[in-house]
């Protein structure tokens, strides 16, 4: 496959339907929702519309955006919420829910790929890990401590032993965003540094760097690492705030890792309620481009050949996507 001049890969996006979510994690959902103003609402009436708004389960409306942004490829970090998710109700398998995700990036001629979702705990994680890097679309782990498990747990050590033995990158959540029924703190930056001190040779991607409260600590943790790379899905919400600060931090960032491990993204979860038409995504890979001008007398943030690599090339590395290599 042939790369166009100008390559954009989306490094951190998703995509689902409502129904492939577990039902104690939408009732926990539901829950945050109904606490969001006064008066509170009942949970209950809330339940049935979580993330039915965020629902594109063919991924039509997500290659009309890719489309219309010039984004040739996206990258979907499977998460693994099934066992926090299960105080209520069914759920869809992991191993079911992965495999959405190769059927999705077979059908998709080479415009999605996926990094497989796996809790640790399952106590056949072994077999799961196993058959999720076997497919073909999948190109990575995703890891969400914040469903309840440690990183330096020794029970898990034999995932990043795998990893490592794969040259797989580790996708580990680094934001304090969450709530119920997350754990957060699990998944603090400084958490995925002392994992790094365990694993040196681990290629791990700090989701979301950190965003907001702790992306200096993210930054100061992968500039440790030969092998840490900040991925910056989320943080159009600082550069359509506060576009000079966004800049301020990425140029920061270049400074410490080099853009050679800074990796774009958007995490947008796409769908009727939830940029359908992709204006959002063409207004953050506007921006996200803007890093090569100048701005209000500044110096642009990266060269063009750096831009190339925040926009694309680092997550063509990074993941392997060398359908674009």
């Not at 077979?106 to 077999?127: T, V």
Request: glycine share 8%.
């Amino acid at each position: 496959m042939t790369a166009p001049a100008e390559l954009v890969i989306d490094g951190h996006m998703h995509v689902w339907d409502a129904g492939w979510l577990p039902e104690g994690l939408r009732r926990a959902w539901a829950r945050q929702a109904a606490g969001r103003r006064h008066p509170e609402r009942d949970p209950e009436e809330i339940v049935g519309r979580v993330a039915v708004g965020e629902s594109d389960p063919d991924a039509r409306l997500t290659y009309a955006a890719f489309d219309r942004a010039g984004v040739a490829a996206g990258v979907v970090p499977v998460v693994d919420w099934t066992i926090v998710g299960r105080p209520a109700g069914e759920h869809l398998p992991v191993a079911d829910l992965n495999a959405r995700y190769e059927e999705l990036s077979a059908a998709s001629a080479g415009r999605l790929f996926y990094c497989g979702g796996l809790d640790p705990r399952h106590p056949d994680a072994r077999e799961l890990f196993e058959r999720i890097v076997a497919q073909p679309g999948c190109r990575g782990l995703k890891l969400y401590p914040a469903a309840g498990w440690d990183l330096r747990d020794p029970a898990h050590s034999w995932l990043f032993e795998e990893l490592v033995e794969r040259n797989l990158p580790a996708v580990i959540h680094t934001s304090p965003l969450g709530g119920d029924p997350l754990q957060v703190i699990r998944c603090r930056p400084a958490e995925v540094g002392a994992l790094m001190a365990v694993h040196p040779t681990l290629t791990v991607v700090f989701a979301h760097a950190g965003l907001d409260a702790w992306w200096a600590e993210a930054l100061d943790c992968a500039s440790g690492w030969q092998r840490g790379y900040l991925e910056l899905s989320l943080w159009q919400r600082v550069a359509f705030e506060d576009y000079a600060e966004f800049r301020d931090r990425v140029g920061r960032m270049r400074r410490q890792v080099g853009a050679h491990r800074i990796v774009f993204g958007s995490d947008i979860i796409r769908g009727p309620r939830s940029d359908p038409d992709g204006t959002e995504l063409v207004r953050w890979v506007e921006l996200a481009r803007g890093l090569a001008e100048p701005y209000r007398g500044d110096r642009p943030v990266f060269a063009r050949e750096e831009l190339d690599l925040f926009l694309a090339h680092n997550a063509v590395r990074l993941f392997d996507l060398k359908e674009y290599a």
